[in-house]
């Protein structure tokens, strides 16, 4: 059996989909890309907003369209919110929910075997020989997401996660499964990895049994790391997005002293306004915000702190903006992903009044791009004329010119012209020092 794989979403997603592979691989079952011709086609999907939604249910209509025959199995986060309202006739063939995902493979074959009496083309398929074979892989990219933490319970007034990921049940994974799944990964030749999760700042809360993860000081993230800094032939430890909360003395102090850690924070924000933030639930200030980087910066030279901000949230005005704006400016954030605010059925900011125009949501988020690209730029001046370790990734085509490029630990991209990597030995996944 033949089965192609699409992830929308998240990190944590990328990494549940790599082990949905890895369950299709082991029982025998090729595993080819997206755009191939394949037996079952897995879209792993999101809900983060609407816009995910809707193409959650575009990437299902391609995979029908472009192979009739198949099999369309739809898993995540979008499958898992509407459950009791999904489309007889959306193309899929079987639903998962995001608990289906540890075992979907023999999942989804015992329903195709119960299925095949009645249904040809499910018969069809399962006739492929399930026996074990010379099995490929997709294979992928060269930094690893390694999910530790599910779960999420903060309940921000724009988002449906923490109702598609266990109605706000924290689930960590138990340090002795993380450390030997990546000291797998290490034998396999992966010298980065990320570690992520839904809330990762709550990792270790339902091990303790604390209120809540602040009072934590991220202890057991600490614990985690420290174990993971320790295994064989893994160079980088890159974190996901963490909780502003999390940073404080404690946190930064252990984790300082962990030598593999990239010097790379995305602290989420959502918006540079308290009174905005106030609105979307979140549990800080841009006071407190901003004193959580300037610690960061003390423990750490130029450290990226990159962040994710949301333009045009209900009731947001002109006045509002602009401080989410001046705020920006005053960070000095190496990276600022911008996005306008899209209606989320189900969440409370859906019913909030004076949902913003449009047109004014598309024009204030451009002015923020254009504001973030300019820091952007500011930060990465300072890497000029100095030395960079960057971890080789890809070959990618720019302008007619093929490039191998690759990050440094702050998450800055190089690239070198493919004949010069090759005259100097250089491949996908080298380490390599360069003077920018």
Do not use: W
Not at 149 to 162: E, K, L, V
Not at 327 to 340: K, L, M, R, S, Y
Request: net charge negative; hydrophobic share 35%.
């Amino acid at each position: 059996m033949r089965a192609a794989f699409l992830t929308l979403g998240c990190k944590v997603n990328y990494y549940e989909t790599e082990k949905m592979m890895k369950q299709f691989t082991k029982l025998g079952h090729d595993v080819v890309e997206f755009s191939d011709v394949a037996d079952v086609y897995v879209i792993n999907t999101c809900t983060v907003t609407n816009i995910a939604d809707r193409k959650s249910r575009q990437m299902i209509h391609r995979a029908k369209k472009n192979s009739p025959n198949s099999i369309i199995v739809a898993t995540g986060c979008y499958v898992d919110v509407n459950m009791d309202n999904l489309p007889k006739d959306s193309g899929v063939d079987f639903f998962f929910s995001n608990k289906d995902k540890a075992n979907i493979a023999e999942k989804l074959i015992e329903r195709l075997q119960e299925e095949s009496n009645q249904d040809q083309k499910v018969a069809e398929i399962i006739s492929v020989d399930f026996q074990e074979h010379d099995a490929h892989t997709v294979q992928g990219r060269v930094r690893k997401y390694i999910k530790v933490q599910d779960g999420c319970n903060q309940f921000c007034t724009y988002c449906m996660i923490p109702f598609a990921r266990g109605r706000g049940e924290l689930v960590s994974t138990p340090e002795d499964v993380v450390v030997s799944e990546i000291e797998e990964l290490a034998n396999n030749g992966t010298k980065e990895v990320v570690v992520t999760g839904i809330h990762l700042s709550s990792y270790g809360v339902d091990f303790v049994g604390a209120k809540n993860f602040v009072e934590l000081k991220g202890k057991p993230l600490l614990e985690l790391l420290e174990k993971i800094n320790a295994i064989k032939g893994i160079e980088r430890i890159r974190l996901g997005s963490l909780e502003p909360r999390i940073i404080c003395k404690e946190f930064l102090e252990g984790l300082s002293k962990i030598d593999k850690i990239c010097p790379h924070f995305h602290l989420s924000l959502q918006s540079g306004c308290d009174s905005v933030l106030k609105r979307m639930n979140r549990h800080y200030t841009t006071v407190e915000y901003m004193e959580k980087c300037s610690m960061i910066r003390e423990y750490y030279e130029h450290p990226a702190i990159t962040t994710d901000i949301i333009v045009g949230f209900p009731g947001e005005t002109d006045e509002e903006f602009s401080t989410t704006v001046r705020f920006v400016e005053n960070v000095g954030f190496a990276d600022v992903h911008v996005f306008p605010y899209s209606i989320r059925k189900g969440t409370r900011a859906a019913n909030m009044p004076n949902q913003v125009d449009g047109n004014i949501k598309k024009e204030r988020t451009e002015k923020l791009i254009k504001v973030a690209s300019d820091k952007k730029v500011e930060f990465e001046e300072y890497f000029t004329g100095k030395e960079v370790r960057v971890l080789l990734e890809e070959v990618r085509e720019v302008d007619g010119e093929k490039y191998i490029v690759g990050h440094n630990e702050r998450y800055v991209m190089f690239r070198i012209p493919i004949a010069k990597a090759e005259e100097s030995g250089y491949g996908v996944n080298d380490m390599i020092k360069i003077i920018v």
